[in-house]
């Protein structure tokens, strides 16, 4: 997708929740943010198309969900 269209712009989205998960996983994060809302958690059932970034200690990427 990033060789196709880009980054993704920032303009274009909001925060919807800051903070950690004990998984990198995106099937975790999506089960996660669609039956289980974390606390302060502010946006959507994840879907298609949503950006999600993960990060550890080598550093951060963001990916898009196609789940």
């Known amino acids: 997708m990033v060789r196709q269209f880009g980054e993704p712009s920032l303009e274009n989205y909001n925060i919807v929740y800051d903070g950690q998960f004990d998984t990198n996983d995106l099937e975790a994060i999506y089960t996660r943010c669609n039956a289980n809302y974390p606390p302060?958690?502010?946006g959507h059932s994840l879907s298609?198309?949503?950006?999600v970034e993960l990060y550890d200690a080598q550093g951060s990427e963001y990916r898009w969900t196609n789940l």
């Open 40 to 42: 302060g958690y502010n």
């Open 48 to 51: 298609v198309s949503d950006v």
